[in-house]
């Protein structure tokens, strides 16, 4: 955590679901300042709204790979 | 001619003997009592008894044939007029109509129990490679990212698995490699199209499968390179042909097998819902070590406060105030002590002066005796003949001579 925290804007579901288990187990195991322990919690909601997001949000990509090895979208 | 004179020397049948016996001899021939039989559905019949009636014929030649009630409600799969089949039965005789006729009880696709055989001889071969074995099974990731298809872009196969990825775990992204999953250029285009997945999208799993069709449709996933291939994937590999009760090679060469392609979508990937449900949960967990992480902090502080309350003037001048109040009740108490102890000794000392009074004693009877100078007369060594004395006793003196002296023997 020393290396500047990643917006929460591009953490993908996985990242940020890591992430969150990450600052759980640091309030739960690593005494540290108050400020500093709100910050992570407030880090930790803000995570969840995030990935609440992009549960709502999510929508199925389908895409066909062609012999030739090129990708095209498909329309449903 | 016949010779009719010699009628009488031969056994006249009736028509219902004749047929019974034919019935008879029909009926115990090993040969005819399990036959397959190939030919050509035509005539169909499917009366309201239930009963299923046709013709099997061939270019040459047809029979009759039946089907109770009994095997026709069980017989799998429709069969029509025109259709190729092979059935299975025994052959007897329709004694109404003189008819010999073939009663069936299994029915099948032709060309359907030389495929079972190809298909029993492949899987022994596979399975002694050790292809199906259970420990070669990869378990599938919980939440894929990326799902690689393989299936005919027409199919419903693929439509069904779409909708149900759409509505489970639209957070996957799907690549389609598609393969045609019937006739003869479908084991080709499977291996390449799951070849192509494998080495161009590296997806986390890979779904396989087509919708229900006849044995022959099904036939490319028991193709040995499709089997092969669906084994040899670096990615694990979900299939789902055909229907519940259809099994393919590949069905027993994937890492998992789901019943039908709607079944491979669902066990490849998680019900979004639940993922919901664990969010919260997560929401809760967090809202719960934030809250230890307070109370720790709220209970030290309150520890800290009570050291800072000890060190405080205030606290120190109640102490000296407590610490005084104690020492004054005590000090009432030695006091009050001391006096308690003076005045029972005090009591003590006036009963024992009491009983000390001579006066007390004369009362029980005693007497004091003195000489006339006041002198107490203990001894008769202090008296003589004729001398005056005076005898006090409880109520008075008496005055009296001394008349006689006599010492105790």
Not at chain 2, 164 to 170: C, D, E, I, N, Y
Request: hydrophobic letters at 40%; glycine letters at 6%.
């Amino acid at each position: 955590m020393a290396k500047k925290p990643a917006s929460i804007g591009n953490l993908n579901y996985e990242q940020a679901l890591a992430e969150l288990e990450e600052i759980i187990s640091k309030l739960e195991n690593e005494p540290s300042g108050l400020e500093r322990s709100v910050t992570m919690f407030e880090r930790g909601k803000a995570i969840i709204q995030h990935c609440q997001k992009l549960l709502d949000s999510a929508e199925l990509k389908v895409r066909q790979l062609e012999e030739n090895g090129s990708m095209s979208p498909i329309e449903e | 001619m016949l010779d009719y004179s010699s009628e009488f020397a031969y056994q006249i049948y009736s028509v219902s003997d004749l047929n019974a016996y034919i019935r008879a001899l029909l009926e115990s021939n090993e040969n005819l009592m399990d036959i397959w039989v190939t030919g050509e559905v035509s005539n169909l019949s499917k009366p309201r008894s239930g009963h299923i009636y046709f013709t099997l014929k061939d270019e040459d030649a047809s029979v009759r044939c039946v089907i109770w009630r009994v095997h026709a409600n069980r017989l799998a799969g429709a069969f029509y007029d025109g259709m190729r089949v092979e059935v299975h039965g025994y052959i007897s005789v329709y004694e109404g109509g003189g008819q010999y006729q073939l009663y069936v009880d299994g029915i099948r696709a032709a060309g359907e129990g030389r495929l079972y055989q190809e298909f029993l001889l492949l899987k022994e071969k596979l399975a002694a490679e050790g292809i199906f074995e259970e420990n070669r099974k990869r378990p599938i990731p919980s939440q894929p990212k990326f799902i690689g298809i393989v299936t005919s872009p027409t199919g419903a196969a693929l439509q069904d698995m779409l909708n149900t990825l759409l509505v489970r775990f639209p957070m996957a992204e799907v690549v389609l490699s598609p393969a045609s999953v019937q006739g003869e250029a479908a084991p080709t285009q499977i291996v390449k199209a799951l070849e192509r997945l494998n080495k161009l999208v590296h997806p986390d799993v890979i779904l396989i499968g087509r919708g229900g069709g006849s044995l022959e449709d099904l036939w490319a996933f028991n193709d040995e390179q499709v089997v092969r291939a669906v084994a040899a994937s670096e990615a694990p590999v979900i299939s789902g042909v055909g229907h519940e009760t259809d099994f393919t090679l590949t069905d027993f060469a994937a890492d998992q097998r789901a019943p039908t392609p709607t079944g491979v979508a669902v066990m490849a990937v998680p019900d979004i819902n639940d993922i919901k449900t664990a969010l919260s949960a997560w929401y809760l967990l967090l809202d719960r070590t934030m809250n230890n992480v307070l109370d720790q902090k709220r209970s030290k502080l309150i520890e800290r406060k009570n050291r800072l309350d000890i060190l405080s003037p205030g606290w120190q001048i109640k102490q000296c105030m407590q610490r005084l109040d104690n020492s004054s009740l005590r000090m009432d108490y030695l006091v009050n002590q001391y006096f308690l102890q003076k005045r029972q000794q005090l009591e003590l000392a006036e009963g024992k002066i009491i009983s000390f009074n001579p006066r007390y004693v004369l009362g029980r009877g005693y007497a004091l005796v003195e000489d006339k100078n006041g002198s107490v007369i203990t001894t008769i060594k202090q008296v003589q003949l004729d001398q005056d004395i005076s005898v006090y006793v409880s109520d008075g003196t008496i005055s009296a001579d001394v008349t006689e002296i006599k010492e105790k023997e």
